[in-house]
């Protein structure tokens, strides 16, 4: 199913002029220089062929003869460009036995190509290595910048570099054709015709966290895997035209320029439509908004958020989908594929398939359980799911996001189900942790109870809701009131009955609630507004008849709940004061 829809969408997409899909036998790569000669072969110089991007300096994409399978160690040279260590005998990877390997099958394959060639270009190739050596590459004076990086050849005077002259194509052509027939034959799994069938698969780049070289979703690597007798990718028959045409289109989804790659968490998610219109470029931006400031953001970037917001406020708002989505087509169909490194195979995390309705809808509810007050106006009224992955991670870095959740979550918002119970006990972890109750986190608490926990309708708020007689709601709303006459009392001190109190107070109220109830006697005397304060917290205790022995981790999310209610309400009480 998975290679079906990405080989349907390669072809969809090489027949639109308007895309620059790699034909058969031709890939997309990045290529920093040229190696300029002559006619007859001889060096001239490096040409470079960056572009400036930004502040950086990267590398320019361009359709070459694609690039062939290098399976564990073996040395298989491209069709006239490759990496320095191939085409000029110099690498950054300090294993100079190993470059000189890759030099030589470089050298030896063009030079086999002159003798069956009656190409001037091919043979100006065949030229250049007859006479050049590594001591040449060493003394280069772009050398460093080079290493590593990958190079095509370019005759002095044509306008196009030799890799697209015409003999030399027709000479490609001729090979992909001998090799096309090669191999087993065999009904292919996913058009079910006989064909040539792959052994190897073509390698597939842009995974966050994958190896450089490229992963695979099909391979075998041991005879445990075999099966009858059939070697490495036999066991799982894919045509030599469909193994190159989805690893074509994933290849081409994964680019992040493409704006079909989203990266949440571990996990890279590919998304597209099984036909071309608006819908495809709104369906990131469902899932992250842009949140560039909009002096700095394109205008096609301020109105794509615009229409995402004005879609998600309409479902949000009860409205029909097919009002909210307005011009757009609701029955247009999505796929959507979550893939994670695994060494160097894929895993895949997730595959999901649904119209653009269906889509929005499930989207739409996801916010809307998320739905709380902010603390800052410019907080994300949408919170993006990368940013809900951050907060459960130390240090709120990437690496640290506990394995497998990304996938989990993002089924659960494509699918309107249950979140994934690790993301509700791995905030209430963090929290503890580090005693922050950001916007954010208290969203995420909120959502995980109306959804996993469902709470009597109307009982779980955006804001304060002060008719609420429900206790950890009421012990989250106190701590945050004695917090406040602490800090009315003392002003900023290093150590807060937040920092020391909140986890034991979240969870063992009995034990420490009336040690704070005897401090905040002390605050109150001290502060300015002492008496009214003494007053709110005598109105809530009215309603806490005794303190809990223990509550549980439902009962933590809704005393965090509480807190972070109540804290907002006391900040805008300042601000108005």
């Not at 000669?37 to 320019?60: C, E, M, N, P, Y």
């Not at 940013?387 to 459960?392: P, R």
């Not at 990304?406 to 905030?427: D, N």
């Not at 006697?521 to 009214?532: D, L, P, T």
Request: with cysteine; aromatic share 10%.
């Amino acid at each position: 199913m998975i290679l079906g829809a990405l080989n349907d969408y390669y072809h969809r997409m090489v027949a639109d002029p308007d895309t620059n899909m790699p034909k058969p036998g031709f890939s997309e790569e990045k290529i920093s220089f040229a190696v300029m000669i002559d006619g007859d072969g001889h060096f001239k110089r490096l040409l470079d062929l960056r572009q400036t991007s930004g502040k950086k300096v990267v590398a320019r994409k361009m359709v070459v003869p694609a690039a062939e399978n290098r399976a564990g160690s073996s040395l298989v040279p491209n069709f006239f460009w490759d990496n320095s260590g191939y085409v000029l005998g110099i690498d950054g990877k300090g294993k100079p036995e190993r470059t000189a390997q890759t030099f030589g099958a470089f050298k030896s394959r063009h030079l086999e190509l002159a003798e069956s060639s009656g190409s001037k270009s091919v043979k100006a190739v065949a030229s250049f290595y007859e006479t050049w050596s590594v001591q040449q590459a060493e003394a280069l004076e772009l050398k460093d910048e080079a290493l590593d990086q990958n190079l095509i050849f370019w005759i002095e005077g044509e306008e196009a570099p030799v890799h697209e002259d015409a003999d030399v194509l027709s000479l490609w052509q001729s090979i992909k054709a001998d090799t096309a027939h090669e191999g087993h034959g065999a009904p292919c799994l996913v058009t079910g015709k006989n064909a040539s069938i792959a052994r190897l698969h073509p390698p597939i780049k842009g995974v966050v966290g994958g190896q450089a070289a490229g992963c695979a979703i099909v391979s075998f690597n041991l005879d445990a895997f075999e099966s009858y007798g059939k070697k490495q990718s036999f066991n799982a028959p894919v045509g030599q035209d469909v193994a190159f045409s989805y690893t074509t289109a994933l290849n081409y989804l994964l680019r992040r320029e493409n704006r079909r790659c989203l990266t949440i968490g571990d996990t890279s998610t590919v998304f597209w439509a099984e036909k071309k219109g608006p819908e495809e470029d709104l369906l990131a931006s469902l899932f992250d908004l842009p949140s560039v400031p909009e002096e700095e953001a394109s205008g096609e970037d301020v109105q794509t958020a615009g229409k995402v917001r004005s879609i998600l406020q309409a479902l949000r708002d009860g409205k029909p989908v097919e009002e909210a989505l307005e011009k757009l087509n609701p029955d247009i169909r999505f796929y959507i594929l979550g893939l994670a490194p695994n060494q160097s195979r894929l895993s895949v995390r997730f595959w999901y398939q649904a119209s653009f309705g269906e889509l929005a809808i499930k989207v739409s509810l996801h916010y809307d359980a998320l739905c709380i007050e902010r603390q800052y106006k410019n907080q994300p009224e949408f919170p993006a799911l990368w940013q809900i992955l951050l907060e459960t991670a130390v240090q709120q870095k990437r690496e640290n996001i506990p394995p497998m959740l990304s996938g989990a979550l993002s089924r659960s918002v494509f699918t309107g189900g249950r979140y994934p119970e690790t993301l509700y006990s791995a905030i209430l972890s963090r929290i503890r942790a580090d005693k922050e109750v950001n916007y954010i986190r208290a969203a995420i608490i909120k959502a995980c109870l109306v959804r996993n926990h469902p709470y009597k309708s109307g009982e779980m708020t955006m804001s304060l809701n002060s008719e609420r007689t429900d206790v950890p709601y009421l012990l989250g709303r106190l701590f945050s009131l004695l917090e406040k006459a602490q800090s009315d009392a003392l002003g900023k001190v290093g150590s807060t009955i937040r920092s020391r109190y909140f986890s034991s107070a979240s969870a063992t109220p009995s034990i420490v609630f009336p040690q704070l109830l005897r401090l905040a006697q002390h605050h109150f005397a001290k502060a300015e507004y002492g008496s009214a304060m003494d007053r709110k917290v005598q109105d809530l205790m009215e309603d806490i008849h005794d303190f809990p022995t223990r509550m549980s981790l439902q009962d933590q999310g809704v005393f965090t709940i509480g807190y972070y209610h109540q804290s907002n309400a006391n900040y805008r009480k300042a601000e108005k004061e």
